[in-house]
T-cell receptor, first 114, second 113 residues
Framework: DTAVSQTPKYLVTQMGNDKSIKCEQN?????MYWYKQDSKKFLKIMFS???????INETVPNRFSPKSPDKAHLNLHINSLELGDSAVYFC?????????????FGNGTRLTVT | DAKTTQPNSMESNEEEPVHLPCNHS???????IHWYRQLPSQGPEYVIH???SNVNNRMASLAIAVDRKSSTLILHRATLRDAAVYYC??????????????FGQGTILTVHP
């Protein structure tokens, strides 16, 4: 039974398009995140939500808009896709906001912008 | 900057213990030490974390130096499935950390049959 699931697993699209990535967690966690892993394999946090409230926004372009309809879901919508948005996007969740709460990650969505 | 330093790569043989070192010389008193690993084509996976005392769980052990400036992740018997990139991460115990993990380049562990 998948704890943090993302769809789609692969997403190939053209520049200028708008796309969404969905994330759901069945762990009952209050906090959810989006991380981005670039071509050099560095992972960086993009957003953090706690009980549907935006907590962290790490200077991500406005083209990226997270939406949390409930605390089990955190979707990522990207407008006007650019070549540089190609990356693997990981959703994660944790039981709390404190620094000792382990994160549970999904298996990622590989976005390719052509 | 929550910086840690790890070797770029390490190798091990199957069923042998593996000791993965991490330096965090500027760690503060409230920082936890977390270890995650990332298998190929998968998301990062939580391994273990600790504050001051050594910690054990079903996956690994974490040995933390007395001065907390370094730590070692111990895999007691490496298997082929343990081949992954291992990340040592400092996290603030409270404040506004909100799960903000600062991933470095990690250590690529290769396990030989």
């Amino acid at each position: 039974d998948t704890a943090v699931s993302q769809t789609p697993k692969y997403l190939v699209t053209q520049m200028g398009n708008d796309k969404s990535i969905k994330c759901e967690q069945n762990l009952g966690h209050d906090t959810m995140y989006w991380y981005k892993q670039d071509s050099k394999k560095f992972l960086k946090i993009m957003f953090s939500y706690n009980n549907k409230e935006l907590i962290i926004n790490e200077t991500v372009p406005n083209r990226f808009s997270p939406k949390s309809p409930d605390k089990a879901h955190l979707n990522l919508h990207i407008n006007s896709l650019e070549l540089g948005d190609s990356a693997v996007y990981f959703c994660a969740s944790s039981p709390g906001r404190r620094g000792n709460s382990p994160l549970h990650f999904g298996n990622g969505t590989r976005l390719t912008v052509t | 900057d929550a910086k840690t330093t790890q070797p770029n790569s390490m190798e091990s043989n199957e069923e042998e213990p593996v000791h993965l070192p991490c330096n965090h010389s500027t760690i503060s008193g409230t920082d936890y030490i977390h270890w995650y690993r990332q298998l190929p084509s998968q998301g990062p996976e939580y391994v273990i974390h600790g504050l001051t005392s050594n910690v054990n769980n079903r996956m690994a052990s974490l040995a933390i130096a007395v001065d907390r400036k370094s730590s070692t992740l111990i895999l007691h018997r490496a298997t082929l499935r343990d081949a992954a990139v291992y990340y040592c991460i400092r996290t603030n115990a409270g404040g506004t950390s909100y799960g903000k993990l600062t991933f470095g380049q990690g250590t690529i562990l290769t396990v030989h049959p």
